[in-house]
């Protein structure tokens, strides 16, 4: 019997989730950052969608957010032609970054040193956070405003998308190395450090290009407008969601359809795999997260399996050994209001 993809439902933003994103895994776990229309950025345990934190201070849409590799740090790009660095373990607001228009996109070395910003002045800038007060390093070129803008190549490159153009600079001479162009309006990209693969959504279009040259290795056509994809860590499928409500897998290799799914109540902004691959989170215009695992059935942070003959005997049971715990939840029963769980511990913990 195929086994049913049952997500779990992250609820308490007001407004459109537009994009999210995961730190690496930490010894205490990973985490999982959301940014929304309605200014208030939110933190969660990656593998449940637990509610960790809200950061509290931009006065305008958030459009991009982002953890850095051990969850201590987090960056948000608003509306309000700021961008925020904040403190991710007590939620404090460390470094606010003024900028002359909407931010959309920030992006944190590896080392944490530097953030990347992007946005509709059409201008990259570099900011070194040990002196947050010094005026940016800043790259022009772009000729419309700026959707993403990511390092890659250990820091050493970067690459940005705006309307129609991806481009690729060298950071230490601050110049363009190539550029692509695209049929239609770039809607996300992703970075895979592992292979050098940048991950572009266009249209119906999903494509693969070398992160290094920029030359295709391969795309697939969606049924709908997509709106973002995320290629899994070993490589062997990814997730694209967009305009139809629905989420797609496919086999990487193959490109062949292997599952779909309709879980959201809207349009689907933003999708990325956790960094253990085991699932993958999604965010939308009806202003949820929904968090879906890779491999249906297996028992994995609140998913329970459970063979359906012995489902009722099990629930029963783990229902009286973990009496009002988050861990009572199985497969086929998962409380749509998981992530509204506020664990009682103080955040330090995760330090």
């Known amino acids: 019997m195929a086994m049913r993809q049952t997500p779990l439902t992250c609820s308490g933003h007001t407004r459109p989730v537009v994009d999210l994103a ?17 200014g208030k950025p939110m933190l969660r345990q990656g593998d449940t969608g637990d509610w960790i934190g809200t950061f ?13 590799k051990d969850a201590t740090k987090a960056a948000t790009a608003a509306a309000d032609f700021t961008a925020k660095v904040w403190d991710a373990v007590s939620g404090d607001e460390l470094i606010t970054l003024a900028h002359k228009h909407i931010v959309k996109s920030v992006d944190f070395t590896q080392d944490s040193n530097y953030l990347l910003t992007g946005g509709q002045d059409k201008l990259l800038r570099i900011y070194d956070l040990s002196k947050p007060e010094a005026e940016p390093d800043v790259v ?20 940005s ?11 230490s001479t601050m110049t363009e190395v190539k550029a692509l162009n695209v049929a239609m309006s770039v809607s ?12 572009i959504t266009y249209g119906k279009t999903i494509a693969f290009h070398s992160a290094e ?19 899994h860590p070993e490589k062997e499928c990814l997730v694209a969601g967009g305009e139809d409500f629905k989420l797609y897998k496919y086999d990487y290799n193959t490109g062949e359809e292997l599952e779909s799914y309709k879980g959201h109540f809207g349009p689907i902004h933003c999708v990325r795999f956790s960094p253990d691959g085991e699932l993958y989170a999604s965010g939308s215009e009806d202003g949820t997260l ?4 890779t491999t249906v059935g297996k028992t994995y942070g609140l998913w329970k399996c459970v063979v359906p003959e012995e489902e009722n005997a099990e629930a029963a049971k783990a229902r009286t050994t973990l009496p009002g715990t988050a861990e009572e ?18 955040p330090e913990v995760k330090a």
């Not at 930490?26 to 950052?33: R, S």
């Not at 929904?290 to 695992?293: F, G, M, V």
């Not at 509204?340 to 103080?346: A, E, H, L, N, P």
Request: charge should be negative; proline fraction near 3%.
């Open 22 to 38: 995961f730190s690496g895994v930490t010894p205490y776990g990973y985490f999982l950052i959301s940014a929304c229309k309605d």
């Open 56 to 68: 509290l201070g931009h006065k305008g849409a958030v459009w991009g957010a982002t953890l850095n």
């Open 329 to 346: 939840e199985i497969a086929e029963e998962v409380a749509s209001e998981n992530s509204d769980t506020v664990y009682s511990s103080t």
């Open 213 to 231: 040259t920029l030359e295709q290795i391969k795309s697939f056509e969606a049924p709908a407008t997509i709106n973002s994809a995320s290629l």
């Open 140 to 159: 022009s070129g772009h000729t419309s405003g700026i959707k993403k803008a990511l390092w890659s190549s250990d820091d050493k490159q970067i690459l």
């Open 290 to 293: 929904r968090l879906w695992q």
């Open 188 to 199: 996300s990209m992703e970075y895979v450090p592992e292979g050098q693969i940048l991950v």
């Open 161 to 171: 998308a705006d309307d129609k153009t991806v481009r690729l600079w060298d950071r």
